[in-house]
C-alpha cells in the first residue's frame, strides 16, 4: 500500500501518533542530529544527507544499563525487567533500520536470546526515510544495502518535493496512515526514479563478490600492520557503528548491580585474558578483528555482511581512516603479491 503524505501535515501525523505511542525523531543538538522525543515545539531534522551522529541501536541497546541487582550478604538475585512504553521511531534512514535487522540475528535469534532487545523491539515501530541525497561518506549500495533499502522497515517515505510517498511494509504499522490519499502511479513512478537516481549516484567503493574469501586469504599477511599504522585505538568507530555490539559486564559493588556497558574490540584491554596472554596484542590484530568481523564473520554467524554502509566510522574517525580504502587494498593485497612473485 502506498499514500502521500503532504509535507505540512507531518507535525500534525506525529501528534496523531504521540496519543499511545512515544514518538522520537531525528532532532538538532548543536552540531549533530539526534533522535529525541517529539513535541509540540520540536524541530525536526530531516534534510541531512547522512543519518544521526549517534546509532539508534542505543534505543534498543544502551551504552550502559543496569541487568541485575542482587544482595551480597544474602545471595539473593532480582531480575531488572523491562516494560518499555510503545514506541514510534520515525526518519530512521534505511542503512540504520537494516542495522536494527542485523542485530536481531544476535539479540533476538538463537539459544541466548536478549530479554532487554526483545522487549523494546516487539514495543518499536521503524518508519524509515529514504536517502535522496546520500553524502559523499555514504556506501550502502556497495554494501548490500541502498538509500531506499526497506529491511527492518514498518514503512518507508520517499522525499517528493512537498510531499513524501508512503510504502507500508507491515501489519503493524497499517493503522498509522488511515486518512492518507492513496498514492497515483504518477506519483509512484516519480519516487521510483528518485530511488533509482539515489542509487546510480553513488559510487561502488568495492567488489563485494569473493570479498570474504580474499580477506580469509590475506588474515596472516602484513597488510593489516599497514592498515593499521595511524589508527590510535580510539573506539569511535565501533562505539558509532550500528552493527557493533561487543559489550562488558560489570559488577558495580557499592550498589550491588551488575551493569552492562558497550566495549570495544578496539581496546587492547577487551581481549586481554587473566592469564595476561592477549591475542589481539597490538593494532594490528584489533583492526584486523574489526574488518573481518563486519566483512568476513557476519557471514558465517548470520550469512549476511555485517557493515552497512552507514559511513559513521569514516566521518567520525579522528585520523579520517576510511573502512572503504582499507577494505579495497586489503581485498587487493593478495593480487599485488602473487603479481609480485
Ligand atoms: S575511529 Fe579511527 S583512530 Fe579510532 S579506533 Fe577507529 S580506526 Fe582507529
Ligand atoms: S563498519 Fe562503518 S560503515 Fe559499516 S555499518 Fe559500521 S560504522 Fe557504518
Same mark, same amino acid.
Given at each position: &500500500?502506498?499514500?502521500?503524505?503532504?509535507?505540512?501535515?507531518?507535525?500534525?501525523?506525529? $501528534?496523531?501518533?504521540?496519543?499511545?505511542?512515544?514518538?522520537?525523531?531525528?532532532?538538532?543538538?548543536?552540531?549533530?542530529? $539526534?533522535?529525541?522525543? =517529539?513535541? *509540540?515545539?520540536?524541530?525536526?531534522?530531516?534534510?541531512?544527507?547522512? !543519518?544521526?551522529?549517534?546509532?539508534?541501536?542505543?534505543?534498543?541497546?544502551?551504552?550502559?544499563?543496569?541487568?541485575? @541487582?542482587? @544482595?551480597?550478604?544474602?545471595?539473593?538475585?532480582?531480575?531488572?525487567?523491562? $516494560?518499555?512504553?510503545?514506541?514510534?521511531?520515525?526518519?530512521?534512514?534505511?542503512?540504520? *533500520?537494516?542495522?536494527?535487522?542485523?542485530?536481531?540475528?544476535?539479540?533476538?535469534?538463537?539459544?541466548?536470546?536478549?530479554?532487554?532487545?526483545?522487549?523494546?523491539?516487539?514495543?518499536?515501530?521503524?518508519?524509515?526515510?529514504?536517502?535522496?541525497?546520500?553524502?559523499?561518506?555514504? =556506501?550502502?549500495?556497495?554494501?548490500?544495502?541502498?538509500? =531506499?533499502?526497506?529491511?527492518?522497515?514498518?514503512?518507508?517515505?520517499?522525499?517528493?518535493?512537498?510531499?513524501?510517498?508512503?510504502? +507500508?511494509?507491515?501489519?503493524?504499522?497499517?493503522?498509522? =496512515?488511515?486518512?492518507?490519499?492513496?498514492?497515483?502511479? *504518477?506519483?509512484?513512478?516519480?519516487?521510483?526514479?528518485?530511488?533509482?537516481?539515489?542509487?546510480?549516484? &553513488?559510487?561502488?567503493?568495492?567488489? +563485494? /563478490?569473493?570479498?570474504? /574469501?580474499?580477506?580469509?586469504?590475506?588474515?596472516?599477511?602484513?597488510?593489516?600492520?599497514?592498515?593499521?599504522?595511524?589508527? +590510535?585505538?580510539?573506539?569511535?568507530?565501533?562505539?558509532?557503528?550500528?552493527?557493533?555490539?561487543?559489550?562488558?559486564?560489570?559488577?558495580?559493588?557499592?550498589?550491588?548491580?551488575?551493569?552492562?556497558?558497550?566495549?570495544?574490540? &578496539?581496546?587492547?584491554?577487551?581481549?586481554?585474558?587473566?592469564?595476561?596472554?592477549?591475542?589481539?596484542?597490538?593494532?594490528? /590484530?584489533?583492526?584486523?578483528?574489526?574488518? &573481518?568481523? @563486519?566483512?568476513?564473520?557476519?557471514?558465517?554467524?548470520?550469512?549476511?555482511?555485517?557493515?552497512?554502509?552507514?559511513?559513521?566510522?569514516?566521518?567520525?574517525?579522528?585520523?579520517? +581512516?576510511?573502512?572503504?580504502?582499507?577494505?579495497?587494498?586489503?581485498? *587487493?593485497?593478495?593480487?599485488?603479491?602473487?603479481?609480485? !612473485?
Amino acid at each position: &500500500m502506498k499514500y502521500i503524505l503532504p509535507k505540512h501535515e507531518l507535525n500534525s501525523l506525529l $501528534e496523531r501518533w504521540s496519543v499511545g505511542h512515544a514518538v522520537l525523531a531525528p532532532q538538532k543538538v548543536g552540531a549533530y542530529t $539526534e533522535f529525541l522525543p =517529539f513535541g *509540540a515545539q520540536s524541530e525536526l531534522c530531516l534534510e541531512e544527507p547522512h !543519518n544521526t551522529r549517534f546509532p539508534p541501536k542505543a534505543l534498543f541497546f544502551p551504552q550502559s544499563e543496569a541487568i541485575l @541487582k542482587y @544482595k551480597r550478604n544474602t545471595g539473593q538475585l532480582e531480575n531488572i525487567e523491562v $516494560e518499555p512504553e510503545k514506541r514510534i521511531i520515525f526518519g530512521i534512514r534505511p542503512c540504520d *533500520a537494516k542495522a536494527v535487522a542485523l542485530l536481531d540475528t544476535v539479540f533476538a535469534e538463537g539459544e541466548n536470546q536478549d530479554p532487554f532487545w526483545l522487549a523494546r523491539r516487539a514495543e518499536t515501530l521503524l518508519i524509515g526515510l529514504g536517502c535522496h541525497e546520500p553524502c559523499a561518506t555514504c =556506501f550502502c549500495t556497495s554494501a548490500d544495502s541502498g538509500p =531506499f533499502n526497506t529491511e527492518g522497515l514498518d514503512a518507508l517515505l520517499t522525499d517528493l518535493g512537498s510531499e513524501y510517498m508512503v510504502e +507500508l511494509l507491515s501489519e503493524r504499522a497499517a493503522g498509522l =496512515f488511515d486518512g492518507l490519499a492513496h498514492a497515483s502511479p *504518477a506519483q509512484q513512478k516519480s519516487a521510483q526514479t528518485a530511488q533509482t537516481a539515489a542509487e546510480h549516484a &553513488m559510487p561502488k567503493a568495492f567488489e +563485494l /563478490e569473493g570479498l570474504k /574469501e580474499k580477506l580469509d586469504r590475506v588474515f596472516d599477511e602484513e597488510i593489516w600492520t599497514q592498515l593499521a599504522q595511524s589508527c +590510535l585505538g580510539c573506539g569511535v568507530c565501533t562505539f558509532l557503528c550500528p552493527t557493533c555490539f561487543c559489550f562488558d559486564l560489570v559488577d558495580e559493588t557499592q550498589r550491588d548491580t551488575r551493569v552492562r556497558n558497550w566495549d570495544t574490540c &578496539m581496546y587492547r584491554v577487551y581481549s586481554l585474558e587473566a592469564s595476561a596472554h592477549n591475542p589481539r596484542p597490538t593494532r594490528k /590484530e584489533r583492526t584486523r578483528q574489526r574488518l &573481518m568481523h @563486519k566483512y568476513s564473520y557476519w557471514w558465517d554467524h548470520a550469512g549476511k555482511l555485517g557493515c552497512t554502509g552507514c559511513g559513521r566510522c569514516v566521518r567520525y574517525c579522528p585520523v579520517g +581512516l576510511d573502512i572503504r580504502a582499507m577494505i579495497r587494498k586489503a581485498g *587487493a593485497y593478495e593480487s599485488e603479491v602473487l603479481h609480485a !612473485n
